[in-house]
Nanobody
Framework: QVELVESGGGLVQPGGSLRLSCAASGSIFSINAMGWYRQAPGKERELVAGFTSGDSTNYADSVKGRFTISRDNAKSTVYLQMNSLNSEDTAVYYC????????????????WGQGTQVTVSS
């Protein structure tokens, strides 16, 4: 099986920074895409930032210039550095990955982490 484990959320003041981490583990042959989504109360889940299958990056317009996604392929880990946080960034942040498992190399499966709360408040 495959598991995504997130860490790094918490409470931060406006203007502050946080760094989220997401580590994928299990029977992983390759990771096709990996990134971060978020869901604020009463809103739909939205893409924040991610690496595509072509290794390019995508960012939501609302976070461009403030958030940076990076990864460590050797550790199957993706990071989200979040700077200049404001109240609109308050949400549960979810790691998402499209993974090919050793047991099924012809198929790409989608996985989600359990979510980590980010609260921006003074």
């Amino acid at each position: 099986q495959v598991e995504l484990v997130e860490s790094g959320g918490g409470l931060v003041q406006p203007g502050g920074s946080l760094r989220l981490s997401c580590a994928a583990s299990g029977s992983i042959f390759s990771i096709n895409a990996m990134g971060w989504y978020r869901q604020a109360p009463g809103k739909e889940r939205e893409l924040v930032a991610g690496f595509t299958s072509g290794d390019s990056t995508n960012y939501a317009d609302s976070v461009k210039g403030r958030f940076t996604i990076s990864r460590d392929n050797a550790k199957s880990t993706v990071y989200l550095q979040m700077n200049s946080l404001n109240s609109e960034d308050t949400a549960v942040y979810y790691c998402n990955a499209h993974i090919i498992r050793f047991s099924s190399k012809s198929r790409i499966d989608e996985y989600w982490g359990q979510g980590t709360q980010v609260t921006v408040s003074s």
